[in-house]
């Protein structure tokens, strides 16, 4: 499955963004979509993950509250709103796939989006 994240760009502080993952080659049907995030000089973290078929989500502490992942069937496409964000939420944000449920290495990535945060 190939992987396009898009959505990123410049916001001040306490203003919201959507990413979108989109997939193509096949239906995210059966897979575990998550969203990590590597901020610079850091290593990549895990910030939210949603179950395709099971809609159970799981988000790191520092989100949770202000982010919401969500899916669209019809368009395959997975979605992270990010509200109220903070400098320290910039990153290059990276969608991710795993077959299955959540846990485990993830084995389909797409290209980074930035997302910049000015305070």
């Known amino acids: 499955v190939q992987l396009q994240a898009s959505g990123g760009g410049l916001v001040q502080t306490g203003n919201s963004l959507r990413l979108s993952c989109a997939a193509s080659?096949?239906?995210?049907?059966?897979?575990?979509v998550a969203w990590f995030r590597q901020a610079p000089g850091k290593p990549r973290e895990f910030a939210a993950a949603i179950n395709w078929n099971m809609v159970i989500t799981s988000y790191t502490d520092s989100v949770k509250g202000r982010f919401t992942i969500s899916k669209d069937s019809a368009k395959n496409t997975v979605y992270l709103q990010m509200n109220s964000l903070k400098p320290e939420d910039t990153a290059v944000y990276y969608c991710?796939?795993?077959?299955?449920?959540?846990?485990?290495?993830?084995?389909?990535w797409g290209q980074g989006t930035e997302v910049t945060v000015s305070s």
């Open positions: 991710a796939a795993r077959r299955g449920v959540m846990g485990g290495t993830y084995d389909y």
């Open positions: 080659g096949r239906t995210f049907s059966g897979y575990t």
